[in-house]
C-alpha cells in the first residue's frame, strides 16, 4: 500500500511569509494528524482530524497556523506569517482508527527553514 | 499534563554489544505506549505498541517491555542497521476522542562495526 505522501519535502522562507504543506494520507485512513518535530526533539501534536472534522488542535498556534482537510482526505497545513521558530520538520500521520494495535503511519516530512 | 523522559540521550555501542533503552512516562490514563524508530530524514516508523504493565512484545533484535512508571527497549546482538533514533511515546485516554500522541526526545543509538 502506499505510504503517507508529503509535498514539497524542503521550503525555505524570510520571517513573515507565509507557507504551505500538503499531505494525502493511506487510502481509507479516516484519522489524520499533524506534528511539528523541531531539530532534537520528538514530534509534538498540533491538530488530529477525524474525516473532515477537528478532533484535537488545543495545541496549535491559532494566531498563526491553520489547517484544513476537505472532503475528508487531503489535508493541508498553513502558517501566516511565520516566525524563526516554526523552523522544524512537519510530519503528517494517519490511521484507519485511533489507537490502533499498528500504530500510526507517518510521512516523510517537509523540512521548514525560516531566516 | 503526558509527559515522557528517555535516557540515554545518545549510546554508541558496539556490534554485537546488547544494551537497553529507558522511556519513563506519567499520564492520566495508559491507552498505549509507543516505539518507534527514525532514521535521518525520514518520518517515524512503527515498531511496537503495548498497553499494560508486564507486558512484552518481540520483534528481531528488539524486545520491548512495560511496566507501570517506564518501558524498556532491549536491543539484543545489534548489527550496524539498527543504528537510528528510537522515539517511545504514550497515548493517554483523551476526551472526545482525542488520541494524539506525547513524544519523548529519543535515544539517538549508533551501532559500530
Known amino acids: 500500500e502506499a505510504g503517507v505522501a508529503q509535498s514539497p519535502r524542503y521550503k525555505i522562507i524570510e520571517k513573515r511569509q507565509s507557507v504551505a504543506f500538503w499531505c494525502n494520507p493511506i487510502?481509507?485512513?479516516?484519522?489524520l494528524y499533524w506534528y511539528q518535530q523541531i531539530l532534537g526533539q520528538g514530534p509534538k501534536l498540533l491538530i488530529q482530524?477525524?474525516?473532515?472534522?477537528?478532533?484535537?488542535d488545543s495545541q496549535l498556534p491559532k494566531d498563526r497556523f491553520s489547517a484544513e482537510r476537505l472532503k475528508g482526505v487531503d489535508s493541508t497545513l498553513k502558517i501566516q506569517p511565520a516566525k524563526l521558530e516554526d523552523s522544524a520538520v512537519y510530519l503528517c500521520?494517519?490511521?484507519?482508527?485511533?489507537?490502533?494495535?499498528?500504530?500510526?503511519?507517518f510521512g516523510s516530512g517537509t523540512r521548514l527553514t525560516v531566516v | 499534563e503526558d509527559q515522557v523522559t528517555q535516557s540515554p540521550e545518545a549510546l554508541r555501542l558496539q556490534e554485537g554489544e546488547s544494551s537497553s533503552l529507558n522511556c519513563s512516562y506519567t499520564v492520566s490514563g495508559l491507552r498505549g505506549l509507543f516505539w518507534y524508530r527514525q532514521d535521518p530524514g525520514k518520518g517515524p516508523e512503527f515498531l511496537f505498541t503495548l498497553y499494560s504493565a508486564g507486558e512484552e512484545k518481540e520483534k528481531e533484535r528488539l524486545k520491548a517491555t512495560l511496566t507501570k512508571k517506564e518501558s524498556f527497549l532491549h536491543i539484543t546482538a545489534p548489527k550496524p542497521e539498527d543504528s537510528a533514533t528510537y522515539l517511545c511515546?504514550?497515548?493517554?485516554w483523551g476526551g472526545g476522542g482525542a488520541d494524539g500522541l506525547t513524544f519523548g526526545k529519543g535515544t539517538h543509538l549508533i551501532i559500530q562495526p
Open positions: 482530524f477525524q474525516n473532515n472534522g477537528v478532533v484535537d
Open positions: 487510502s481509507g485512513h479516516a484519522t
Open positions: 511515546a504514550v497515548q493517554g
Open positions: 500521520a494517519s490511521s484507519l482508527a485511533s489507537g490502533t494495535e499498528n500504530g500510526y503511519t
